[in-house]
């Protein structure tokens, strides 16, 4: 359940995300809910993320995800299959849940699966649409095909390299092809 504070912000975030494509900064929700300060604002998305309504990327500015209470969590059933959530674009839009045998992925990992994204990369055989597994986490080794936030807040693919300054959001594990 709700408090009126965090439906007022859930709301608004929500809707900042549809009319942008990303979710808006601590200090225009600490405007939009006429607070006095930035904390104030944390602890209500903190709340918001315990209850399984958004999730905060870490290190990452503008990266409120709204997700679907019942359908974010990887969750497993009796056939030993685990559903994960499902994103689309810029990880903004949790489309569906997607279910895959348990023994494939690690029990004590997050993972997300990416759909309706633009990348291409001819050496990895990647093209638009592919479904795209990755492991939550914001640390990659030297060659892992990574994903990240550019500077613009759009949602990049490449390989890591030890030197590189750029945040992991996730490590791509499993590519499957679109044969659309």
């Keep these: 359940m709700l408090t009126k504070k965090q439906h007022m912000l859930l709301s608004y975030i929500k809707n900042y995300i549809e009319e ?106 990647i093209k638009p649409n592919d479904f795209l597994i990755f492991e939550k986490t914001n640390q990659a080794q030297d060659k892992d095909i990574f994903l990240f936030y550019d500077n613009k807040q759009k949602i990049e693919l490449d390989f890591y390299s030890k030197n590189d300054i750029r945040k992991p959001i996730g490590i791509l594990k499993i590519k499957m092809e679109s044969y659309v």
């Design 20 to 125: 942008n494509g990303f979710s808006p900064t601590f200090e225009e929700m600490k405007e939009h809910q006429s607070l006095k300060s930035k904390s104030s604002i944390s602890n209500l998305l903190k709340e918001l993320e315990k209850k399984e309504y958004i999730t905060m990327l870490p290190l990452q500015k503008r990266a409120i995800i709204i997700r679907k209470k019942e359908t974010y969590q990887v969750q497993e059933d009796e056939n030993n299959l685990k559903f994960l959530p499902v994103y689309a674009k810029n990880l903004n839009t949790l489309k569906t849940s997607f279910p895959i045998a348990s023994f494939v992925l690690d029990p004590k990992k997050q993972y997300f699966g990416l759909t309706e994204h633009d990348f291409i990369y001819k050496n990895l055989n």
